[in-house]
């Protein structure tokens, strides 16, 4: 089924896209994407039977606008939801303005609407979600990220010597600042963590059945430990704590190929740690990347074991006078955008969601 303007065609995706697909990629963001990244994030995703794509056409069947989705699994209270994160979303710079953004919207609501597709969910920045709220999305709230700031921007304002002056000595107090709170948290005696370069699945389903949150979050299953982290643009690596040789948590620690001063803890298990775990995690992670610039952490860590280890909130000054916070935004895959299903109806509330990185297509 296809929706036809004078010169655009708003249609699925069809197997012959990809190489198009790519090079509009390329024009909209700068960068290039090969195959093996194209292929984990959609081809090969394991929640669906379908490249869930939308795609825009002009008269020479050239695609000019895509509008890609994340399938992930989502636990909604005692269910297992079929959830789209919108991602990747582009418009080709000479076709702007035409209104492909709000059709292929449109048509993708249409495709899912009453199907296998339960929820739209996502992370707009301020400049998309004007544009997702006009089409049915409701904002649900902030998530916050916690920053361990290992290095601050070496230039200040205009870079004058009395700007660059101020910002060494900042520099100096903040590694000052950081070393004091590492001598005062040391992690807990008896504890163990190991590393590891493959996921070791086992361990990690057994510590999500024993503890899965009761909020919404994303299903932890063997499809998910196997594929979510596969991605090609990132470098993963596996911890697990151990009491008496025991696993009591796992996390999943990544870095962005083309960003790798900022290391994420992407995924933890549980998504609430014990306190002293949460320590030996952190105190072990902080430990192994002291190049880093910045290490990232979900607000499910215990917030005050995160503000021992010099970790600072971005919806908090003073993080928050510098930086925009995440706003999730949620729509039910209804055609009618206030028609929310019983069973997805707790995904309105902000305190009914449990999100670390593992949520966001970016991670």
Request: proline content about 7%; charged content about 25%.
């Given at each position: 089924?296809?929706?036809?303007?004078?010169?655009y065609?708003?249609?699925?995706?069809?197997?012959?896209?990809?190489?198009?697909?790519?090079?509009?990629?390329?024009?909209?963001?700068?960068?290039?994407?090969?195959?093996?990244?194209?292929?984990?994030k959609?081809?090969e995703?394991?929640?669906?039977?379908?490249?869930?794509?939308?795609?825009?056409?002009?008269?020479?069947?050239?695609?000019?606008?895509?509008?890609?989705?994340?399938?992930?699994?989502?636990?909604v209270?005692?269910?297992?939801?079929?959830?789209?994160?919108?991602c990747?979303?582009?418009v080709?710079?000479?076709?702007?303005?035409?209104?492909?953004?709000?059709?292929?919207?449109?048509?993708?609501?249409?495709?899912?609407?009453?199907?296998?597709?339960?929820?739209?969910?996502?992370?707009?920045?301020?400049?998309?979600?004007?544009?997702?709220?006009?089409?049915?999305?409701?904002?649900?709230?902030?998530?916050?990220?916690?920053?361990r700031?290992?290095?601050l921007?070496?230039?200040?304002?205009n870079?004058?010597?009395?700007?660059?002056?101020?910002?060494?000595?900042?520099?100096?107090v903040?590694r000052?600042?950081?070393?004091?709170?590492?001598?005062?948290?040391?992690?807990?005696?008896?504890?163990?963590?190991?590393?590891?370069?493959?996921a070791?699945?086992?361990?990690?389903?057994?510590?999500?059945?024993?503890?899965?949150?009761?909020?919404?979050?994303?299903?932890?299953?063997?499809?998910?430990?196997?594929w979510?982290?596969?991605?090609?643009?990132?470098?993963y690596?596996?911890?697990?704590?151990?009491?008496s040789?025991?696993?009591?948590?796992?996390?999943?620690?990544?870095?962005?190929?083309?960003?790798?001063?900022?290391?994420r803890?992407?995924?933890?298990?549980?998504?609430?740690?014990?306190?002293?775990?949460?320590?030996?995690?952190?105190?072990?992670?902080?430990?192994?990347h002291?190049?880093?610039?910045?290490?990232?952490?979900?607000?499910?860590l215990?917030?005050?074991?995160?503000?021992?280890?010099?970790f600072?909130?971005?919806?908090?000054?003073?993080?928050s006078?510098?930086?925009?916070?995440?706003?999730?935004?949620?729509?039910?895959?209804?055609?009618?955008?206030?028609?929310?299903?019983?069973?997805?109806?707790?995904?309105?509330?902000?305190?009914?969601?449990?999100i670390?990185?593992?949520?966001?297509?970016?991670?």
């Amino acid at each position: 089924m296809t929706q036809r303007s004078t010169s655009y065609t708003i249609r699925e995706f069809e197997s012959g896209d990809r190489a198009s697909f790519r090079e509009l990629y390329e024009t909209v963001f700068g960068a290039e994407q090969g195959t093996e990244w194209f292929d984990w994030k959609y081809r090969e995703n394991p929640y669906v039977d379908h490249v869930p794509i939308i795609v825009a056409t002009n008269g020479h069947d050239r695609i000019v606008g895509a509008r890609p989705f994340l399938a992930l699994a989502l636990q909604v209270t005692a269910n297992r939801e079929l959830a789209l994160q919108p991602c990747d979303t582009m418009v080709h710079p000479d076709h702007r303005r035409q209104g492909l953004f709000t059709r292929m919207t449109a048509r993708a609501i249409e495709r899912y609407a009453d199907h296998e597709a339960a929820l739209f969910f996502n992370f707009p920045n301020w400049h998309s979600q004007g544009g997702y709220e006009k089409l049915g999305w409701k904002p649900i709230g902030h998530i916050a990220t916690r920053y361990r700031l290992h290095r601050l921007p070496r230039r200040v304002g205009n870079g004058s010597t009395a700007e660059r002056f101020g910002g060494a000595v900042v520099r100096t107090v903040q590694r000052a600042y950081l070393g004091i709170r590492d001598a005062l948290t040391k992690p807990p005696s008896g504890t163990t963590v190991s590393k590891h370069d493959q996921a070791p699945v086992d361990a990690l389903l057994t510590l999500y059945r024993d503890a899965a949150p009761d909020e919404i979050h994303v299903l932890r299953d063997e499809q998910f430990w196997n594929w979510r982290f596969d991605n090609p643009d990132w470098i993963y690596r596996y911890y697990l704590v151990h009491e008496s040789s025991e696993p009591v948590a796992g996390a999943v620690v990544g870095r962005k190929a083309t960003e790798p001063g900022h290391v994420r803890l992407t995924d933890v298990v549980p998504v609430t740690p014990a306190d002293d775990t949460t320590a030996a995690l952190l105190a072990t992670v902080i430990d192994d990347h002291p190049d880093a610039d910045a290490i990232l952490a979900p607000q499910t860590l215990p917030k005050h074991v995160c503000t021992a280890f010099g970790f600072l909130s971005d919806t908090r000054l003073p993080l928050s006078a510098v930086s925009s916070p995440t706003t999730l935004v949620a729509r039910p895959a209804t055609r009618e955008a206030d028609s929310w299903p019983a069973s997805v109806r707790p995904a309105q509330t902000l305190a009914n969601w449990s999100i670390t990185f593992a949520e966001q297509d970016t991670s």
